[in-house]
């Protein structure tokens, strides 16, 4: 079967989803969880990523997530092996924790009444009732459940929201405020569809099957006139060969750029020429503030960083880094 197209360009929308490797748990515990949600935010502040909605189950997790860069490929390929790392060492585990690919499907977020961010939204919500982890009839409601942006981002202050959660456009669909009156609306329109339906195991309309379907199956969720503008300006899509080494490598290059600016940018503020890095020290702490601000900003890999500042090896990047944030971490204490 053929695999489905990589898509990304900037100010894309995505439902992002992965699995667990033949279905195993991705998460065990509290510590698992919060590892993930750290490992979330870490990823949307390297890639300037704006999340509208997420939830994490046991198993699988759901993004409804923008991207004002095109750098879906190279952040995912950072997100999911920071996880699996971390996973795998605080568990004791060996092997893979995703199965496969991750799913990306494209979402028309530019018709004009918000139809489809708004069926996803909804949709990635409410898996939390599919799951059996909400039960509105019950009085077991939707932000009972900690892991995702209902109960994080959605029903709390703006001050006690992430800085990579973007609820504006979620609340605007349905006409809310970012309010304590609108956010609570918020939450009461979804429970009372839920009750309105009385179907514990899902929204059973046939639009929401064939949202369903399209999430499962297809690589797009929107009209055929968004489907025809991906056609004509993604040629990959129709079937070029060598599609995911040409979308990957454009994502490359747009983080490398990103990096080109920030050499650029430290080196006028300390008024050092570009061809005076080969002579510094590998732990001048000029090029180690610049190899930070590459990790915080962008997701080129440490053999880029080593190369690029003249600092040796990764293994030098790495052992500087970790160096500057314990001196940071205990300047705080």
């Known amino acids: 079967m053929a695999r489905q197209p990589r898509i990304q360009y900037e100010g894309a929308y995505y439902h992002v989803m992965a699995r667990g490797d033949r279905l195993e748990a991705i998460v065990n515990t509290e510590g698992d969880r919060l590892d993930f949600v750290v490992t979330m935010a870490r ?13 994490l189950m046991s198993n699988h997790y759901h993004w409804l997530l923008e991207t004002p860069r095109a750098n879906l490929f190279d952040g995912m390929r950072w997100f999911q092996n920071t996880y699996t790392r971390r996973f795998k060492v605080r568990n004791h585990l060996w092997g893979h924790v995703f199965g496969g690919r991750y799913k990306a499907v494209v979402l028309d977020a530019t018709d004009g009444d918000g139809y489809y961010f708004e069926r996803l939204l909804d949709h990635i919500h409410l898996n939390l009732v599919r799951a059996g982890l909400a039960d509105v009839i019950q009085d077991r409601g939707l932000i009972d459940y900690k892991w995702s942006s209902l109960s994080r981002a959605y029903a709390v202050d703006s001050e006690d929201r992430p ?62 006139a968004f ?33 080109e600016t920030i050499v650029s940018t430290a080196l006028g503020k300390v008024h050092l020429p570009d061809s005076e890095l080969p002579a510094l020290p590998g732990n001048d702490f000029r090029n180690v503030a610049i190899a930070l601000r590459f990790q915080q ?9 080593a190369q690029r500042l003249h600092m040796r090896s990764p293994g030098n990047v790495s052992q500087q880094l970790s160096r500057l944030r314990k001196i940071s971490e205990s300047s705080q204490n």
Do not use: P
């Open 297 to 305: 900003e962008t997701t080129v890999s440490q053999s880029w960083i």
């Open 163 to 224: 800085a990579w959660m973007d609820v504006s456009r979620g609340l605007g669909v349905k006409e809310l405020s970012d309010s304590v009156d609108g956010r609570r609306e918020f939450v009461t329109i979804l429970e009372n569809r839920v009750k309105s339906e009385h179907d514990q195991a899902g929204i059973a309309d046939a639009q929401n099957q064939s949202l369903q379907s399209t999430l499962r199956r297809g690589w797009y969720w929107g009209s055929q």
């Open 227 to 259: 489907k025809a503008k991906l056609l004509a300006s993604n040629r990959e899509v129709a079937g070029e060969r060598n599609r995911d080494y040409r979308l990957s490598q454009q994502g490359y290059e747009r983080s490398e750029d990103v990096a």
């Open 43 to 55: 990823a949307c502040e390297r890639t300037g990523w704006r999340i509208h909605a997420w939830v």
